[in-house]
């Protein structure tokens, strides 16, 4: 058995982490359970996940400051903390590091961004992952900057001439490893030849630039809001 053999994960039912506890189970012995740590133990996403084997563990929703000590005792017997939280969440990430610290957690993986590195207690063991930009994140509706082939239209961060690394995958017992190297005009150009053409619809897209500096003021901004 490894010396990390409880596994937590916050953030669990989100693409990455849903993938993450799959493999987790998916290794069969190697670890004495898979513990998802959710807002909503009701969720499909969450039943589906402890169908497979996983045992789910209720959080309290805005993971503040106040509930740290239900944090620490939901993390009770837990090895080590995987952190997939996005978005709101990020800023909460501080307080799983004192709650880890109080259930006796031995190992903590943040979601790195937007985080405080300088936050990471001396006493937690901890581990930052950096995987980079996931393909899927060109399209993604959530964010400012994407690629929109249902309204022909891109905003593209910058001007679009920074070469940048995609990943199409996550892939088991790689320590480091880089996908296809490309820039926001480039994957502009390839989704527009990938369209179909349709009679009286553009093929075109439009494109709009979103300056650095915006950029810089909005994620300062979101550090500010997420604490």
Same mark, same amino acid.
């Given at each position: 058995?490894? /010396?990390?053999?409880?596994?937590?994960?916050?953030?669990?039912?989100?693409?990455?982490?849903?993938?993450?506890?799959?493999?987790?189970?998916?290794?069969?012995?190697?670890?004495?359970?898979?513990?998802?740590?959710?807002?909503?133990?009701?969720?499909?996403?969450?039943?589906?996940?402890?169908?497979?084997?996983?045992?789910?563990?209720?959080?309290?929703?805005?993971?503040?400051?106040?509930?740290?000590?239900?944090?620490?005792?939901?993390?009770?017997?837990?090895? /080590?903390?995987?952190?997939?939280?996005?978005?709101?969440?990020?800023?909460?990430?501080?307080?799983?590091?004192? /709650?880890?610290?109080?259930?006796?957690?031995?190992?903590?993986?943040?979601?790195?961004?937007?985080?405080?590195?300088?936050?990471?207690?001396?006493?937690?063991?901890?581990?930052?992952?950096?995987?980079?930009?996931?393909?899927?994140?060109?399209?993604?509706?959530?964010?400012?900057?994407?690629?929109?082939?249902?309204?022909?239209?891109?905003?593209?961060?910058?001007?679009?001439?920074?070469?940048?690394?995609?990943?199409?995958?996550?892939?088991?017992?790689?320590?480091?490893?880089?996908?296809?190297?490309?820039?926001?005009?480039? /994957?502009?150009?390839?989704?527009?030849?990938?369209?179909?053409?349709?009679?009286?619809?553009?093929?075109?897209?439009?494109?709009?630039?979103?300056?650095?500096?915006?950029?810089?003021?909005?994620?300062?901004?979101?550090?500010?809001?997420?604490?």
């Amino acid at each position: 058995m490894p /010396a990390f053999s409880n596994i937590a994960i916050v953030g669990g039912t989100s693409t990455i982490g849903q993938a993450l506890i799959k493999d987790l189970l998916a290794t069969k012995g190697e670890f004495a359970s898979v513990i998802l740590l959710t807002r909503d133990p009701e969720s499909t996403a969450s039943k589906e996940l402890t169908a497979l084997g996983a045992e789910a563990r209720k959080i309290p929703s805005d993971l503040s400051a106040e509930s740290i000590p239900a944090l620490a005792e939901s993390l009770n017997g837990v090895d /080590a903390l995987v952190s997939e939280v996005g978005g709101q969440g990020i800023g909460s990430q501080e307080h799983l590091i004192h /709650a880890s610290n109080q259930a006796g957690v031995k190992r903590f993986i943040p979601s790195e961004k937007l985080l405080r590195t300088d936050e990471i207690s001396s006493k937690l063991e901890h581990t930052f992952i950096e995987n980079g930009f996931f393909i899927e994140g060109f399209f993604s509706p959530f964010l400012n900057w994407n690629i929109s082939a249902a309204s022909v239209a891109v905003n593209i961060p910058g001007a679009g001439d920074v070469p940048l690394t995609v990943t199409h995958h996550i892939s088991s017992k790689t320590s480091k490893f880089e996908g296809d190297q490309f820039t926001w005009n480039q /994957a502009r150009e390839l989704v527009s030849k990938a369209l179909v053409p349709v009679p009286g619809v553009k093929s075109t897209f439009s494109t709009s630039y979103t300056s650095v500096e915006h950029l810089e003021k909005k994620f300062e901004l979101l550090k500010d809001m997420s604490g």
